[in-house]
């Protein structure tokens, strides 16, 4: 009987082939696929996230960690999808206008959708109106913006502002993150809450929906 011990051991060490063959290994056991996901995906994902924040892991450890959960997400979804599973809410995230930096974006990305989150990627050089519209395309509980400079991160005012004039801002969370910002200036924008890297997102998103409830 395969461990999640040992599935989270090769997540966290990045091990994407290992993770693969180890989650179709505990499936064809007959581990539910919930146990999987939540005893072993998001179990490793969340120590990764640990390891960042006490600097024993750094950027190219998480994104290697989390090309590894993927890997085993990948095999696990339909599983998951047929067992009726359902994500702990929807996370819409891109990079704002003007901007064309996304590893602080994908780092995210991946770490929400370690911690059980079903994540559209918008891409970068997101404009104002395509978050609006993906608002109403997938009704996400959470919105995340990312800008790497100081002349875009202007551009995440103009989101809120046109979530507003749509109607929109009371029904969805908005998040940012990224090297220029700070959680004054998250306020001044009027952000719901700010990340100071991508560990912290799933922590902040999962608080914000506790709260909305």
């Not at 908005?174 to 001044?188: H, K, Q, T």
Request: hydrophobic content about 45%; cysteine-free; aromatic content about 4%.
């Amino acid at each position: 009987m395969i461990s999640m011990e040992e599935l989270i051991n090769n997540v966290v060490n990045g091990k994407a082939p290992e993770t693969e063959n180890i989650t179709q290994s505990a499936i064809d056991d007959g581990v539910s696929p919930e146990k999987i996901l939540t005893d072993g995906l998001i179990a490793a994902m969340e120590i990764v996230g640990d390891k960042f924040k006490k600097n024993e892991f750094y950027v190219p450890d998480m994104l290697i960690a989390a090309r590894a959960m993927k890997a085993g997400l990948k095999i696990l979804q339909p599983h998951l999808t047929a067992t009726g599973v359902k994500p702990i809410g929807t996370f819409v995230i891109g990079t704002v206008k003007g901007d064309l930096h996304d590893i602080g974006k994908n780092l995210v990305a991946m770490m929400m959708e370690g911690a059980g989150f079903k994540v559209i990627d918008l891409g970068v050089d997101v404009t104002p109106e395509k978050f609006v519209a993906a608002v109403d395309d997938h009704q996400p509980q959470i919105i995340g913006m990312s800008a790497l400079l100081t002349t875009t991160m202007v551009n995440m005012k103009k989101v809120i502002e046109a979530l507003e004039s749509d109607g929109k801002r009371n029904s969805v969370k908005v998040i940012v993150g990224g090297a220029p910002l700070s959680r004054n200036y998250a306020e001044d924008i009027g952000a719901d809450g700010y990340v100071e890297d991508a560990a912290g997102a799933p922590e902040l998103s999962k608080k914000l929906i506790d709260n909305g409830n």
